[in-house]
T-cell receptor
Framework: DQQVKQNSPSLSVQEGRISILNCDYTNSMFDYFLWYKKYPAEGPTFLISISSIKDKNEDGRFTVFLNKSAKHLSLHIVPSQPGDSAVYFCAASSRGSTLGRLYFGRGTQLTVWP | SAVISQKPSRDICQRGTSLTIQCQVDSQVTMMFWYRQQPGQSLTLIATANQGSEATYESGFVIDKFPISRPNLTFSTLTVSNMSPEDSSIYLC????????????FGPGTRLTVL
């Protein structure tokens, strides 16, 4: 059973516009969430994270929003750049469970075109 | 963050053989993990590699199929034993940063194809 879901396998956005990637989770014990970016032939790269005590975390062009009641989080990239084209994975964990255990979604392929 | 390397980066193997994948980190880390990403699927945790003791396996993964070693705080190996085509995947090593155990950093992965 997939506890972290990314229902959009792909997203295409024009350069300079906003990219919004969505993620839903089912386990109410999750209290820490992460986004990773993955280029072909490379491992996932940590991008940004958010704790459940917050509803927003911002780092430059990247902002993650968390809606705990809806069990939903989203990653906003503004403005989008062609170099942002990659697969984005949402991940979740519970600090009360086995330390470091992450549950991943299946990823969303973002394509930013000029 | 930590710099993580994996060897080999890719391999093509015959059914029934075994392959050992190495993971090297440039600094001592508390926790090391092995993940698998099958085609079109999410990353799935195989096991946590424990330094000086047996690895902790997730449901569906067993030591006989995926033996793991972690002789020190910077190195680990994963062996995929008695391979079948279903083992064709990307295998990834990850580490947890000191003090931030839920933020894991990943190696570049090993792409395995079993014929």
């Amino acid at each position: 059973d997939q506890q972290v879901k990314q229902n959009s396998p792909s997203l295409s956005v024009q350069e300079g516009r906003i990219s919004i990637l969505n993620c839903d989770y089912t386990n109410s014990m999750f209290d820490y969430f992460l986004w990773y970016k993955k280029y072909p032939a490379e491992g996932p790269t940590f991008l940004i994270s958010i704790s459940s005590i917050k509803d927003k975390n911002e780092d430059g062009r990247f902002t993650v929003f968390l809606n705990k009641s809806a069990k939903h989080l989203s990653l906003h990239i503004v403005p989008s750049q062609p170099g942002d084209s990659a697969v984005y994975f949402c991940a979740a964990s519970s600090r009360g469970s086995t330390l470091g255990r992450l549950y991943f979604g299946r990823g969303t392929q973002l394509t930013v075109w000029p | 963050s930590a710099v993580i390397s994996q060897k080999p980066s890719r391999d093509i193997c015959q059914r029934g053989t075994s392959l050992t994948i190495q993971c090297q980190v440039d600094s001592q880390v508390t926790m090391m993990f092995w993940y698998r990403q099958q085609p079109g699927q999410s990353l799935t945790l195989i096991a946590t590699a424990n330094q000086g003791s047996e690895a902790t396996y997730e449901s569906g993964f067993v030591i006989d199929k995926f033996p793991i070693s972690r002789p020190n705080l910077t190195f680990s190996t994963l062996t995929v034993s008695n391979m079948s085509p279903e083992d064709s995947s990307i295998y990834l090593c990850s580490v947890a940063g000191v003090g931030l155990v839920n933020e894991q950093f990943f190696g570049p992965g090993t792409r395995l194809t079993v014929l």
